[in-house]
């Protein structure tokens, strides 16, 4: 049986849920299509020390705050999995866990949002899948050869699975340096933190709060013509949060240059030095989950959906929400992807009406 509503939106995490909320205030019929069995998005799935780069009334969607968290100045992941429950619950949003949409086909003068529950016949999608659900590991050599255990950031959850293991953590990025802090700082850890480049701090007094403001100047700049700013790029890769700030003063984190190929036993340098591992830890990144999107073949020459803001260019009823700068600044955090949200109801209603 086919159901049919105004807009599907296609992922319940914050972002999904933002759109959702604007959409409602909008007038506009829709349903909120979530793999996951739990309210909460990818926060389900964090290690377990990590907190928010900001405190919790500068991590809020739209019209609710974020309530702080009893002892803590940012809060952990599992409260900001409580905040989007009771987000989800106060607004009454739509959301529909446990439904993996498997493909979104052009219908006529609609599309057509094909489920593992059934399908829905809809004028508009708006995608909001974000990146956790395809992380990326790179090609490096030797990398079947290791006989160690291998795993991406999505797996990892504290130092006590590695107790007394010797671990390389490959990154240069926010979770590299966080989740070897959180080895190193541990002590029951022999842990190696490995770059392709020097690593690049943020000074210390920089939280989410700047980083937010920073990246939307920058859009604003490039928006108006005006030269590019660099962003938060410019400023570093790194958030010095206490942790990493606490491991990096200890001397605990020192960057190893990338290693040319991974043994059996371990990692191998350029210059034929090598350590043994027990585990490597792939903190290499993510890329945007958009498989649901294949039969409308979108991509461009470099695999990416040509955008204007949050709106597909080959696909007007199709919006993009939630990945990142390229779907609007700042719009894979909770604090931004409000803003963008917002744009992207406000052009769905004028599309529809």
């Not at 377990?48 to 809020?60: C, N, Q, V």
């Not at 955090?333 to 769905?348: D, I, K, P, Q, S």
Request: glycine share 12%.
């Amino acid at each position: 049986m086919t159901q049919h509503t105004d807009v599907v939106v296609v992922g319940g995490g914050q972002a999904g849920l933002a759109a959702g909320y604007h959409l409602r205030r909008r007038g506009l019929d829709c349903v909120i299509l979530d793999a996951g069995t739990a309210p909460g998005g990818s926060w389900q799935h964090m290690w377990d020390s990590l907190h928010l780069f900001s405190p919790a009334e500068h991590s809020s969607l739209p019209g609710r705050l974020m309530p702080a968290q009893p002892g803590e100045t940012y809060p952990d992941a599992g409260h900001v999995v409580d905040y989007l429950a009771d987000y989800e619950k106060r607004y009454d949003l739509p959301v529909r866990h446990g439904t993996r949409v498997r493909s979104v086909r052009r219908d006529g003068d609609g599309l057509l949002v094909e489920a593992d529950s059934g399908t829905w016949r809809t004028r508009a999608v708006i995608s909001a899948t974000g990146t956790w659900s395809r992380p990326f590991l790179p090609a490096v050599p030797g990398r079947s050869a290791f006989a160690g255990r291998q795993l991406h950031t999505v797996n990892y959850r504290c130092p006590a699975d590695f107790a007394g293991q010797r671990v390389i953590v490959v990154g240069g990025g926010n979770s590299g340096a966080q989740i070897a802090a959180d080895l190193a700082l541990d002590g029951r850890v022999e842990a190696t933190w490995v770059t392709r480049r020097p690593p690049r701090f943020l000074p210390d007094d920089i939280d989410g709060r700047a980083l937010f403001d920073v990246a939307t100047a920058r859009r604003r700049a490039l928006d108006a013509g005006r030269d590019d700013t660099g962003g938060v790029a410019s400023l570093g890769d790194i958030v010095a949060v206490p942790p990493v700030r606490a491991a990096r003063d200890a001397g605990l984190l020192i960057a190893r240059a990338m290693f040319s190929r991974l043994a059996a036993d371990g990692v191998r340098w350029a210059d034929g030095s090598g350590a043994a591992a027990d585990a490597v830890i792939w903190c290499t990144g993510f890329r945007p989950s958009l498989s649901h999107l294949a039969p409308l073949d979108l991509r461009g020459p470099r695999g990416r959906i040509p955008t204007d803001g949050t709106r597909a260019l080959p696909e007007p009823r199709l919006h993009l929400l939630g990945y990142g700068d390229w779907t609007g600044p700042a719009s894979a955090t909770l604090v931004g992807v409000g803003r963008t949200a917002r744009n992207a109801a406000r052009e769905v209603a004028g599309l529809l009406t």
